[in-house]
């Protein structure tokens, strides 16, 4: 094996130190990845003396957890976020897919602008959307709130939704739904019935993706906000007068739960793949 | 008929989120170009005036943030292209089948909000914190030194919050190089050197300006790292737009900057598109 590989060097194993030295680089990068979730884990279990975080170790305690909800607006806060989450990333599917089957199955006039737009929205700097966003609702004299704040998600979600959706539908077998055709199916019970199935897993992996940029999302939300938090914006807020422990708490809550539920996606994938 | 609704089935599917996207997201857009033309305030109304002095005032009043904006921007963009490139790299060529697992580890950033992300970064660098305090303590840095409030922990800031942005454009144009070229330009007597700058670099061009107009819009927009690690000498355009909007209430200013930003991008979108087709812009998108 190893005179093979010496007498008929690779590119792509230059050498085994190059190599080496990108697998040390990437591991470091893995780490400072990886450190500020791991800060936020363990200080989460760190004593807060006056219900604050401590820049210190103090010592281990679980009282952090046993009080987890024990801030009513943060969770309320958190109850929001979680609300906008789960309708824009359902909304988002929805109207994405319809979208995402056009664009990967139909040459159509008027394409080009929407895979511009597409990526524009995705593109778009949050401030701008944001601020364009709350003209609007100011001009329409809508009242800030979780309405607001869903309809400004949708719009930044759609866009993703739409690509993850679109990248799925592409790699199908078009002569499985011509085939559903030929049996007489309709257009629509051929969605259905061939379809819609095949590209499920693009579609749940959308609404996770848009779940995710939903719950996280600070800039637009500050801008279509207007009284309502959600729990990004609760965090902003209690920057200046300190950060109670509740909030590494919860972070580490949603962290947990978004990597099971991640996980639990693939491995269903993957065995469907494989099956 | 069934030819009819053939033709017509691309424009029904389109339909709904096309309405949405015009509602909610291009015709903002364009209103707000129409806002930053307007002179006025909430109160009186806004009259529209006829010129762009309003949008070269706005430029001209906040040069300096935006200068700096464009500086932070370009500086963490090319950081992280720096670190995500061999790190997209290695995960493409030598990772074998646990490929989606790094992939997945890069990405788990993405599951903590990025507010927490940012705060938790305040909370590394803090000045008494638990890494500079003991290395203050020690006597390795002097009592006065600190990363807090200064640009570098903005671009650290940036740098970390677009690093997965970036990692993967770059591996999906990287995995999708055919290995058999990289071969024969070895078979060539190419050295590894010269086979990565004529062969792997041109290829994975659509991949790094892909990344770099995401990462470069967002950071050149962002004011979250500024507001949070930054101080006052690190103030950017977002924070700007931001204060103009909820401070000052001047939504002409805002709407001047924020068309400004726009503005930029969609000529970068423009020369991308020239460059590499927009099918491709997507597809390194997600």
Redesign the interface.
Same mark, same amino acid.
């Given at each position: 094996m190893s005179t093979i590989t010496a007498r008929m060097?690779? $590119?792509?194993k !230059?050498?085994r130190l #190059?190599?080496r030295i990108?697998?040390c680089?990437?591991w470091a990068?893995?780490i400072?990845?990886?450190?500020?979730?791991v +800060?936020?884990v363990v200080?989460s279990f760190n004593f807060a003396p006056g219900g604050r975080?401590a820049?210190?170790?103090q010592h281990f305690t679980l009282a952090n957890y046993g009080d987890a909800f024990a801030i009513q607006d943060l969770t309320g806060a958190l109850q929001h976020s979680l609300e906008v989450a789960i309708g824009s990333a359902l909304i988002s599917a929805i109207?994405?897919t !319809?979208?995402a089957? $056009? %664009?990967a199955?139909?040459?159509?006039w #008027?394409?080009?602008a929407?895979?511009?737009?597409?990526?524009?929205? /995705?593109?778009?700097?949050?401030? &701008?959307?944001g601020?364009? %966003?709350?003209?609007?609702f100011?001009?329409l004299n809508l009242p800030r709130g979780l309405l607001t704040i869903l /309809?400004?998600h &949708?719009?930044f979600n759609? $866009?993703?939704a @739409?690509?993850?959706i679109?990248?799925r539908v592409s790699g199908l077998d078009r002569a499985l739904d011509r085939a559903a055709a030929d049996l007489g199916a309709t257009?629509w019970v051929a969605f259905w019935t061939v379809t819609f199935p095949l590209i499920l897993p693009g579609i749940v992996g959308a609404c996770m %993706?848009c779940f995710?940029l939903s /719950?996280?999302?600070? /800039?637009i939300t500050?801008?279509v906000a207007g009284q309502t938090l959600t729990?990004?914006l609760w +965090?902003?807020g209690a +920057?200046k007068v300190g950060?109670p422990p509740q @909030?590494?708490v919860l972070?580490t809550f949603?962290?947990a739960g #978004? &990597?099971v539920l991640?996980v639990i996606n693939?491995a269903i994938a993957h065995r469907k793949s494989a099956a | 008929m069934r030819q009819a609704r053939g033709f017509l089935a691309p424009y029904l599917l389109s339909l709904p989120s096309w309405v949405y996207l015009l509602a909610f997201f291009l015709i903002p857009l364009a209103s707000m170009l129409g806002m930053a033309l307007a002179v006025g305030d909430p109160i009186s109304g806004y009259t529209m005036s006829d010129n762009y002095q309003e949008v070269i005032g706005a430029f001209t009043g906040y040069e300096s943030s935006f200068v700096r904006s464009f500086w932070y921007g370009t500086a963490s963009t090319v950081i992280t292209l720096a670190i995500s490139y061999p790190v997209a790299y290695w995960i493409a060529f030598y990772a074998g089948r646990h490929k989606s697992t790094y992939l997945f580890i890069i990405m788990l950033p993405f599951f903590v909000s990025f507010v927490i992300r940012v705060l938790a970064w305040e909370f590394i660098l803090s000045d008494q914190g638990f890494l500079l305090g003991p290395l203050k303590a020690l006597g390795v840095l002097p009592e006065s030194f600190r990363i807090l409030s200064t640009k570098w922990a903005v671009i650290g800031g940036l740098v970390y919050n677009s690093f997965a942005y970036y990692v993967l454009p770059l591996y999906v144009v990287l995995e999708k190089i055919d290995r058999r070229l990289v071969r024969a330009a070895n078979d060539l007597y190419a050295a590894p050197a010269t086979a990565f700058i004529k062969i792997i670099l041109p290829l994975s061009a659509p991949g790094i300006f892909a990344g770099f107009l995401l990462v470069f819009v967002t950071n050149v927009g962002d004011y979250v790292n500024a507001a949070l690690l930054g101080g006052p000498g690190t103030y950017m355009v977002g924070n700007v737009i931001q204060d103009a909007f909820f401070q000052s209430q001047d939504y002409p200013l805002a709407a001047s900057l924020s068309s400004i930003l726009m503005l930029m991008l969609m000529i970068a979108i423009l020369l991308y598109s020239k460059a590499f087709g927009t099918d491709a812009i997507q597809e390194y998108a997600a």
């Open positions: 060097p690779s $590119a792509h !230059p050498s #190059g190599e990108l697998a680089f990437t990068m893995i400072y990845t990886m450190l500020p979730i +800060v936020m200080f975080i820049l210190n170790w109207l994405g !319809p979208l089957l $056009a %664009l199955r139909h040459k159509f #008027g394409k080009t929407t895979d511009i737009v597409i990526f524009a929205d /995705i593109a778009a700097p949050a401030v &701008v959307v601020a364009s %966003l709350l003209s609007l100011l001009a /309809i400004a &949708v719009a759609l $866009a993703f @739409v690509v993850v679109r990248a257009p %993706l995710m /719950i996280d999302d600070l /800039i500050t801008f729990f990004p +965090v902003y +920057v950060i @909030v590494f972070s949603i962290f #978004g &990597v991640a693939s | -």
